[in-house]
């Protein structure tokens, strides 16, 4: 079965600092991986997403992931980070019946 | 249509009562998912429709969750004899289900379940 290993519970970055979050899938064919983002009081909220083609992928926000299969990894980053960018954020794969499988996610805290 | 709505967006209850939460999708949906996120948690799938049809249930969903969507529009999601761990948010998504289609799901801001 797919699952999906976020290894950091929280991370704090100063505002307009780099961000990197750590996302390790696991999946028996080419993955189909996601980014969502979940802000207090609202709905989960896609980021971006991977199927196929390029390994970068760009996203909403100034988001962009990189897939690298060799370490079964899709890795969230932002070069600059905004207070605004406080959050949780769950990496996902789909499965069957576009179930997604997420991972426990990272909360992110940004200190101004 | 602006999004996913679920209802209501809390819920208080004390243990063994019964609750029914509702879901509207995205009308042009017709696929609907139902999760649980507890606290420090991804969410969970529990179960999920095409058009009326459930294909498909978790093992998480016990004997006391029953969901349905009997018109292939909105759907319930009740729970009976509510039990503490029973506490949870409960989410709502829909997606189209066209051919070659494996996508973003849209999520509802949820409804959030305590259980006395």
């Known amino acids: 079965a797919q699952s999906v290993t976020q290894p950091d519970i929280h991370i704090t970055v100063s505002e307009g600092a780099s961000l990197e979050l750590r996302c390790n899938y696991s999946y028996g064919a080419t993955p189909y991986l996601f980014w969502y983002v979940q802000s207090p009081g609202q709905g989960l909220q896609l980021l971006l997403k991977y199927f196929s083609g390029d390994t970068l992928v760009q996203g909403i926000k100034g988001f962009e992931a990189e897939f690298k299969r060799s370490q079964s990894s899709f890795n969230l980053r932002k070069p600059s980070v905004h207070w605004s960018d406080a959050a949780e954020y769950f990496c996902a794969v789909v499965g069957g019946g576009n179930k997604l499988t997420f991972g426990t996610g990272t909360q992110l805290k940004v200190e101004l | 249509d602006t999004g996913v709505s679920q209802d209501p967006r809390h819920k208080i209850t004390k243990r063994g009562q019964n609750v029914t939460f509702r879901c509207d999708p995205i009308s042009e949906h017709n696929r609907l998912y139902w999760y649980r996120q507890t606290l420090g948690q991804g969410p969970e799938f529990l179960t999920y429709?095409?058009?009326?049809?459930?294909?498909?249930k978790s093992r998480l969903l016990s004997d006391r969750f029953s969901a349905e969507r009997p018109k292939g529009s909105f759907s319930t999601l009740e729970i009976q004899r509510t039990e503490q761990g029973d506490s949870a948010m409960y989410l709502c998504?829909?997606?189209?289900?066209?051919?070659?289609?494996?996508?973003?799901?849209?999520f509802g801001e949820g409804s959030r379940l305590t259980v006395l």
């Open positions: 429709f095409q058009n009326e049809a459930q294909l498909e």
């Open positions: 998504a829909s997606s189209p289900a066209t051919a070659a289609y494996t996508g973003e799901l849209f």
